[in-house]
């Protein structure tokens, strides 16, 4: 009896102990992979936290603003060292989309919102910030637009830190030479690069050869043509619409009636925008006008600082006879930074974006590099600054680049075709065809 009350005994104190050890076979999957995050998160004490930024500011005048906002970062948060990384426009996002893919984004990173984002979202490779920007209001600081394009399903993945539109800029020494008045309708315009043709001054210029630069000009052509609508309705999949529909064709066919004209240099596409060939043709008053983002005003007050002062201005594309789009209606984007999910602290990383979004970095970079703020309060006394935010606050609509609001895949292929529509390689129906081809492929 003894031996058999001592079995017992032994028994009970060995269940007891199973009781209070870990219950791994039995811990939700979830509990698990959260320890284990925790886990890898944990930092032996006094390790210095280590940071990432990569950003596409290459240009002399913002370039600094980026690392301004970095070295007041570092000073207030004195055990965090910051690695900065800026690329030009293309080689960055093959660059990103390698390192994405390979598990070594960097902790925060440049993004232009819309599809080429949400593509990342939507594989679980970017932070989810809604509950920062809720804590004390943060989200308040900005324009709802600056906060739109970085949203999917109710959450927020980013902040701009700056607004982008797209005016016509025009060499007002040019204009007055050859009296031409500044265009309001598209015929209009159309006489104005005829006068220019004539007296051997190139009309329009451009280097198209990292492909975004005349797109710009055929985002402009579909929405002045057919609306916004048109648009959200094919990238939707909603209402029968498509990327096949007419206005993409006849966007298309007027490129190449430009094309025609000789509106553009001589070997534009393989010109390079970044190297600043488009911009030296308007500077030598070779040529009368470019379409391009309002980044290009601050690099011209930096590059060409006297052609800026007397001879640079801009004004909205003209409307379209007959056109369904709303002629107030504008091209642009934003320029953001969303945080890596693989980041290794993120409430740095967090702390970090706060400085790199802020009132004081919108503010110098309104004053140093030109830009069109995404945060109240901040102020301008450069009239042309002002009137590009004139621009803006008068649209109905803001256009997102194709090729940042797109999916990636279909964003490159606009690039491309567009491209070979100005080249006179492809044909517009040619072009809207594989562009709804491809659509059906990726858009769900």
């Given at each position: 009896m003894k031996k058999i009350v001592s079995c017992f005994l032994i028994a009970a104190m060995l269940l007891s102990l199973a009781a209070c050890g870990p219950k791994s076979g039995n811990q939700p999957a979830d509990q698990a992979k959260q320890a284990s995050d925790q886990a890898k998160d944990q930092k032996p004490a006094g390790e210095k936290v280590k940071l990432s930024v990569w950003h596409i500011q290459v240009s002399k005048v913002y370039g600094p603003v980026v690392d301004a906002a970095v070295e007041r970062f570092k000073k207030d948060n004195p055990n965090v060292s910051v690695e900065v990384v800026a690329a030009e426009n293309d080689p960055y996002k093959t660059k990103l989309k390698v390192a994405m893919g390979s598990g070594e984004a960097p902790d925060l990173f440049h993004s232009w919102g819309g599809g080429w984002l949400e593509a990342?979202?939507?594989?679980?490779?970017?932070?989810?910030?809604?509950?920062?920007?809720?804590?004390?209001?943060?989200?308040?600081?900005?324009?709802?637009?600056?906060?739109?394009?970085?949203?999917?399903?109710?959450?927020?993945?980013?902040?701009?830190?700056?607004?982008?539109?797209?005016?016509?800029?025009?060499?007002?020494?040019?204009?007055?030479?050859?009296?031409?008045?500044?265009?309001?309708?598209?015929?209009?315009?159309?006489?104005?690069?005829?006068?220019?043709?004539?007296?051997?001054?190139?009309?329009?210029?451009?280097?198209?050869?990292?492909?975004?630069?005349?797109?710009?000009?055929?985002?402009?052509?579909?929405?002045?043509?057919?609306?916004?609508?048109?648009?959200?309705?094919?990238?939707?999949?909603?209402?029968?619409?498509?990327?096949?529909?007419?206005?993409?064709?006849?966007?298309?066919?007027?490129?190449?009636?430009?094309?025609?004209?000789?509106?553009?240099?001589?070997?534009?596409?393989?010109?390079?925008?970044?190297?600043?060939?488009?911009?030296?043709?308007?500077?030598?008053?070779?040529?009368?006008?470019?379409?391009?983002?309002?980044?290009?005003?601050?690099?011209?007050?930096?590059?060409?600082?006297?052609?800026?002062?007397?001879?640079?201005?801009?004004?909205?594309?003209?409307?379209?006879?007959?056109?369904?789009?709303?002629?107030?209606?504008?091209?642009?984007g934003v320029n953001a930074f969303s945080i890596s999910n693989k980041t290794k602290d993120k409430e740095a990383a967090v702390k970090l974006l706060k400085y790199l979004t802020d009132k004081t970095f919108s503010q110098e970079a309104v004053d140093k590099a030109g830009r069109i703020p995404a945060v109240f309060g901040v102020k301008s006394d450069d009239p042309g600054q002002q009137k590009l935010a004139e621009m803006l606050s008068k649209a109905h609509y803001l256009q997102g680049y194709f090729d940042q609001f797109l999916p990636p895949e279909l964003g490159e292929l606009h690039k491309d075709t567009t491209q070979a529509v100005f080249g006179k390689t492809m044909s517009p129906e040619d072009a809207a065809r594989k562009m709804e081809e491809k659509a059906k492929e990726v858009l769900k």
């Open positions: 990342f979202v939507k594989e679980g490779m970017v932070l989810d910030i809604t509950d920062q920007l809720n804590k004390d209001n943060w989200r308040n600081n900005y324009f709802p637009a600056a906060l739109s394009m970085t949203k999917f399903g109710g959450k927020d993945y980013g902040i701009a830190y700056d607004l982008g539109v797209v005016p016509v800029y025009y060499n007002k020494e040019l204009f007055k030479k050859y009296n031409v008045e500044v265009p309001k309708t598209y015929s209009e315009f159309l006489k104005a690069v005829k006068t220019f043709k004539d007296n051997n001054i190139i009309p329009i210029s451009i280097a198209n050869q990292t492909k975004w630069p005349g797109a710009l000009i055929f985002i402009y052509l579909a929405n002045r043509i057919g609306g916004e609508q048109v648009f959200i309705d094919a990238l939707a999949r909603k209402n029968g619409a498509s990327f096949n529909d007419p206005s993409f064709v006849e966007a298309g066919k007027k490129l190449q009636e430009l094309v025609d004209m000789g509106a553009f240099p001589e070997g534009f596409n393989g010109m390079n925008y970044d190297t600043g060939s488009s911009r030296i043709l308007m500077y030598s008053g070779k040529a009368a006008m470019q379409i391009q983002t309002s980044g290009m005003y601050s690099v011209v007050k930096s590059e060409a600082p006297d052609f800026f002062k007397d001879k640079l201005d801009f004004f909205p594309f003209p409307a379209i006879e007959g056109g369904k789009g709303d002629p107030t209606n504008v091209v642009g």
